[in-house]
């Protein structure tokens, strides 16, 4: 367990409408990811963050933003939700061992109706 | 880019027995990481084995084991003695730098 919590867990919201997600660390980890599942896909990279302010895009960016204001907390917004955007949602963070491992979050279910 | 492929989207094995799972990947980097996550029907996704690439010997976890080819591009993961609980999706992944890419999954059944 890296001390790794996501809010909310669940969530149906409607095309168009505003959504955050957040994941929070309690450990201090510079860096920080989001990424999305979907049945044959895997997990996909959306964005990551290498520290405070300091954020990438990952492979599917297009619809999303987020913010990293503080080391334990990074959020991610989707600023006008589509049904291509319903999908689980896991927060990582990376260990900075010999491996550089990564560890997750429990998940957030995102239905966009 | 790096691409990881997992042929099996799904596997099944007897209770007791051996079952290995295939994947394979696509980098022109002589330097990275290999890992098997574990994915349950809860959802949290669970870190099973990892291996390096300049290491030659496969890395082994209890019941879990790798057979890694480096020059094959190949890292399979082998369960012996399958257990219940082992049933889940599991995911290989390849890590460099600070980017993870993940193969599709194999779901895994285990018969009693």
């Known amino acids: 367990d890296a001390g790794i919590t996501q809010s909310p867990r669940h969530k149906v919201t409607e095309t168009g409408t505003p959504v955050t997600l957040r994941c929070h660390q309690t450990?201090?980890?510079?860096?920080m990811y989001w990424y999305r599942q979907d049945p044959g896909h895997g997990l996909r990279l959306i964005h990551y963050?290498?520290?405070?302010?300091?954020?990438d895009k990952g492979e599917v960016s297009d619809g999303y933003s987020v913010s990293r204001s503080k080391t334990e907390d990074f959020l991610l917004t989707l600023e006008s939700a589509t049904s291509s955007q319903t999908s689980v949602y896991f927060c990582?963070?990376?260990?900075?061992?010999?491996?550089?491992?990564?560890?997750f979050g429990p998940g957030t279910r995102l239905t966009v109706l | 880019a790096q691409t990881v492929t997992q042929s099996q989207p799904e596997m099944s094995v007897q209770e007791a027995e051996t079952v290995t799972l295939s994947c394979t990947y696509d980098?022109?980097?002589?330097?990275?990481?290999l890992f098997w996550y574990k994915q349950p029907p809860s959802r949290q996704m669970i870190l099973v084995i990892r291996?390096?690439?300049?290491?030659?010997q496969n890395a082994t976890e209890n019941r879990f084991s790798v057979n890694f080819q480096k020059a094959a591009k190949s890292f399979s993961l082998k369960i012996s003695d399958s257990q219940l609980g082992d049933a889940a999706m599991y995911f290989c992944?390849?890590?460099?730098?600070?980017?993870?890419?993940f193969g599709a999954g194999t779901r895994l059944t285990v018969k009693p």
């Open positions: 990582a963070i990376s260990i900075l061992s010999s491996y550089n491992e990564q560890f």
């Open positions: 450990e201090n980890h510079r860096y």
């Open positions: 963050s290498y520290g405070v302010k300091d954020t």
């Open positions: 980098t022109s980097e002589s330097d990275y990481y």
């Open positions: 291996q390096e690439a300049y290491k030659q």
């Open positions: 992944a390849y890590r460099s730098a600070n980017h993870m890419r």
